[in-house]
């Protein structure tokens, strides 16, 4: 690893810093007195912590800190590599509440400044920044999720060439019951997959999911809460204006919205450092024993270590891409140990906390609320998010160990 802030990113810092430490507080006070945190909140479930996102976004746009990747121009701040390593790890150190538009601001936005027209950014990216539309993201299909490309959803092109006509079925879109906007692929040449070469013939969409013919259904998860959906295009008639990028470019435009979101980040280290430190204060206060147990040790060092050893690797991809090379294999190699890590976290809170640890939301007695056990079945998300940890594994063993197929 070879590399130090530079005086601009600690001046990035120290204004991030100083931005938050004047606005979060009375954020946080003013949501628990008088929306968020009170009696309704927690009936309202996932919708309860999107509104609170939503004010929070609002709050960091004010400040231009919702999308700091983003050019100038377009409400960003253009920032570099390294400063986007600070904002991941002092937004973590905040725990602030989280973005409203993350698909939004991550991935989606960026393609609609790659790909879109003047006239595609000035109607679609004010609403993602400002948090006032939201946005989801519609891949994967029953049929294609680690294998993408054999997405099956059609658009065929109307014979006046004004819009096209929409017919199948995606799966796992994310937040679709409160979006208003999705980024959505689908196949244009539907003799691509026959002919050998289902990559080509799929073409980008911005869907208004208020589209007479969509139908959006959200799925109940083993957490209780709904938090992705199945989304139904039944003749769905979408504007020939609202296609991003040209025909066929679909694969193109997925790939850079995907390759935002693999990069990794480091301000995961800091959360889940505090993660580990919060469920030992917990357990102190409620289960004691369990922290004298020798394998219970074991397991908390482990822990401490791999989410430690993390941390640097992220930073020697950092310092790698800083000398012009890529941040490879480090950042798939990261993404493999957040799947874990963050498993092995939550079979340790389950185990640390005692019976009462179980107990989920809403029983009486839940250590914090439930969070642990929530926690406990949500986590398998991470080991199948943004990349399952099988195909992350065959990618490390075919490009970086070059291993014999
Ligand atoms: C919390 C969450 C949110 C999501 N949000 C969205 C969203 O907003 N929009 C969206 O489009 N999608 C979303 N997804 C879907 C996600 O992208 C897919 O689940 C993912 O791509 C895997 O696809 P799949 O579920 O079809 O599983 P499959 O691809 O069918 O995989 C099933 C199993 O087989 C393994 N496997 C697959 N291929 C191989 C192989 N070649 N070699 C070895 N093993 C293999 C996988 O590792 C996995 O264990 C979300 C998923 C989750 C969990």
């Known amino acids: 690893m070879d590399f130090a802030w530079s005086d601009e990113d600690l001046a990035f810092q120290a204004e991030l810093e100083s931005f938050l430490d004047r606005e979060l507080p009375p954020f946080v006070d003013e949501w628990e007195a008088g929306n968020g945190e009170g009696d309704d909140a927690p009936s309202r479930g996932v919708m309860g912590v999107m509104d609170k996102r939503a004010a929070w976004q609002r709050k960091l746009n004010e400040g231009r800190w919702a999308a700091i990747l983003w050019p100038e121009e377009h409400g960003g701040r253009g920032a570099t ?30 393609s609609i400044i790659a790909w879109g027209t003047e006239e595609q950014k000035a109607r679609w990216l004010p609403g993602i920044l400002d948090a006032t539309e939201h946005w989801c993201q519609g891949f994967s299909e029953p049929q294609a999720g680690s294998d993408l490309a054999n997405l099956r959803t059609t658009a065929v092109l109307s014979g006046d060439g004004t819009h096209y006509v929409v017919n199948g079925q995606k799966v796992w879109t994310s937040s679709a019951q409160i979006a208003k906007w999705g980024l959505f692929l689908f196949r244009t040449d539907p003799t691509a997959i026959e002919r050998g070469r289902k990559h080509e013939g799929i073409t980008a969409f911005v869907v208004d999911l208020e589209t007479p013919g ?21 003749d769905a008639k979408i504007p020939v204006g609202d296609r991003l990028g040209d025909e066929s470019m679909g694969w193109i435009v997925s790939m850079g919205a995907l390759g935002q979101e693999r990069v990794g980040s480091s301000g995961q280290a800091i959360s889940m450092a505090q993660d580990l430190r919060a469920l030992l204060q917990t357990a102190k206060s409620v289960n004691p024993a369990a ?15 791999q989410i430690e050893f993390t941390r640097l690797l992220l930073m020697r991809a950092l310092s790698k891409v800083l000398n012009g090379e890529k941040g490879w294999p480090e950042v798939p190699l990261a993404k493999l140990q957040w799947g874990s890590i963050s498993l092995w976290l939550a079979e340790l809170a389950v185990d640390v906390l005692g019976p009462a640890g179980v107990l989920a939301k809403g029983a009486p007695g839940a250590v914090d609320g439930g969070v642990w056990a929530r926690n406990y079945v949500w986590q398998r998300y991470t080991t199948i998010g943004a990349g399952p940890t099988e195909v992350q594994k065959n990618i490390i063993a075919d490009r970086a160990l070059k291993l014999e197929r």
């Open 291 to 305: 922290l004298e147990d020798p394998a219970i040790r074991d397991r908390v060092a482990r822990l401490h270590t």
């Open 81 to 110: 590599v390294s400063q986007n390593v600070i904002y991941t790890q002092v937004m973590a150190r905040y725990r602030t509440p989280g973005t409203y538009n993350a698909n939004g601001i991550v991935q989606i936005g960026p």
């Open 214 to 234: 969509i139908d959006i259904r959200p799925i109940r998860e083993i957490t209780g809460d709904s938090m992705f959906c199945e989304v139904f295009f039944d």
